[in-house]
């Protein structure tokens, strides 16, 4: 597939451990292969998530592992999405260097928007486009959510919608999937109607994300 801003880089990056790096990669790597592009996923995490991930489904050509950073050319994916480790800012800096954007999970809480203000600064420090998301929401909990994302809008551009908590994000991983793909034998203590509905939800809010992130390319492409 021709994409006028590809080959490209997006990397997932936070300091903070836990907020959704590994998942989000994961999710918008089947995406983007499912949308017929060619997809290369670089981990750069010692816990290698994404590396597990990957035999998981398989390990499939598209998405496929990268062992190495190359530089995004000829013959290479179209995308290349990078996993990165919490804590280490020395890592996280090499993932920022090499994207064209950075997508900056972070979850709903005081703390947990305090602490994204460190990749903001090194994304700004390298002149690089970024997308916060907040994600794993409580939906029910509307003041949180609209504070934190309220919070967010104030530090940089914030994906407009909310990824929300749910459970087929959790229970597809470890069959090599990702939410949206999400079917009844993934987790068969639920009902299948309910399964259905929430991996449809996952399904559209990935999409978005997807597009969110090619309108962010756009601009940092518009900025060369
Ligand atoms: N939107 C979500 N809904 C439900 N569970 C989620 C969601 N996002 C992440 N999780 C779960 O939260 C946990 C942490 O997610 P993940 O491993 O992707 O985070 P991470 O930032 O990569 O962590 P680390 O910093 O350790 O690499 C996992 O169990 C994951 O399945
Ligand atoms: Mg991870």
Not at 69 to 92: M, W
Not at 163 to 179: N, P, Q, S
Request: glycine share 8%; aromatic share 4%; hydrophobic share 40%.
């Amino acid at each position: 597939m021709r994409h006028p801003h590809m080959p490209c880089t997006i990397s997932v990056v936070a300091s903070k451990g836990g907020v959704g790096k590994s998942l989000i990669t994961a999710c918008l790597a089947a995406h983007a292969a499912k949308r017929g592009f060619k997809v290369g996923i670089h981990d750069l995490d010692a816990q290698h998530s994404a590396t597990i991930w990957h035999r998981a489904r398989g390990s499939p050509s598209n998405p496929a592992l990268l062992p190495e950073l190359g530089k995004p050319g000829r013959g290479g994916p179209d995308v290349t999405l990078i996993d990165t480790p919490p804590s280490n800012l020395r890592v996280i800096k090499r993932a920022i260097d090499a994207c064209d954007v950075a997508i900056i999970p972070v979850r709903a809480g005081f703390f947990d928007i305090a602490a994204v203000t460190d990749v903001i600064e090194m994304c700004k420090d390298a002149g690089r486009f970024f997308l916060l998301v907040l994600n794993a929401v409580e939906p029910r909990r509307r003041q949180l959510v609209s504070e934190s994302m309220a919070a967010l809008n104030k530090l940089g551009p914030t994906f407009d919608r909310p990824l929300e908590e749910r459970a087929v994000y959790v229970t597809t991983l470890h069959h090599g999937k990702t939410g949206p793909e999400a079917t009844p034998a993934d987790d068969n203590k639920r009902s299948s109607s309910a399964l259905r509905l929430d991996a449809e939800g996952a399904a559209e809010e990935i999409a978005a994300l997807w597009d969110a992130a090619l309108v962010v390319l756009k601009h940092a492409r518009k900025s060369q």
